[in-house]
């Protein structure tokens, strides 16, 4: 089964999280940063795994649009999703998740988590550095990449 993990990943955490699910799948994976811009043939992948950070809670405009370009090849696909993210409460995890994705992509996922996600302060820029001080209450780097829901994620694919 080849598998491709495509994501985008603004600070790092999202591309941390696509080599953690690598690691512990047992297939053929390329991963494939969507930040690179490179044109993307998926057609000779069996399984996609779409990964995005949110940020003010929308995802990724470069997934959306990889997505939006790739919505027929996709529906063939087997298909796993996850978002990364700081939300707390998994009622707004839940809906990040579902804003992030189609309908008819989520419906289709076999596997489908909000994966957790990372503040570090030492890649934010002066803006960021105050808007997230003032939500965490803290100028600390916090880790919080959920590595229960990675094996649930894992587990459903
Ligand atoms: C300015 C800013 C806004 C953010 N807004 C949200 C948000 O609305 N919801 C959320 O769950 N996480 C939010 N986060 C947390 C990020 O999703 C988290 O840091 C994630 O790990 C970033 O992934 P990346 O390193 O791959 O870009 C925000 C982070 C920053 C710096």
């Not at 570090?120 to 916090?142: G, P, V």
């Amino acid at each position: 089964m080849k598998t491709a993990i495509i994501y985008y990943s603004k600070k790092g955490t999202t591309q941390k999280v696509a080599k953690i699910i690598s690691e512990k799948l047992n297939s053929e994976e390329d991963l494939i940063n969507l930040k690179q811009n490179t044109p993307l043939d998926i057609s000779s992948y069996d399984r996609i795994i779409i990964g995005t950070p949110i940020y003010a809670g929308n995802s990724s405009k470069k997934v959306k649009k990889f997505i939006v370009a790739n919505l027929n090849h996709l529906q063939k696909k087997e298909i796993g999703l996850y978002v990364c993210g700081m939300e707390k409460e998994e009622e707004k995890q839940r809906e990040e998740l579902e804003r992030a994705y189609p309908k008819e992509l989520i419906d289709k996922a076999k596997s489908k988590q909000f994966l957790g996600g990372e503040f570090l302060f030492e890649n934010m820029n002066f803006f960021e550095r105050i808007i997230i001080k003032k939500i965490a209450k803290t100028d600390k780097s916090i880790s919080a990449i959920n590595y229960q829901n990675i094996d649930r994620f894992i587990q459903d694919i």
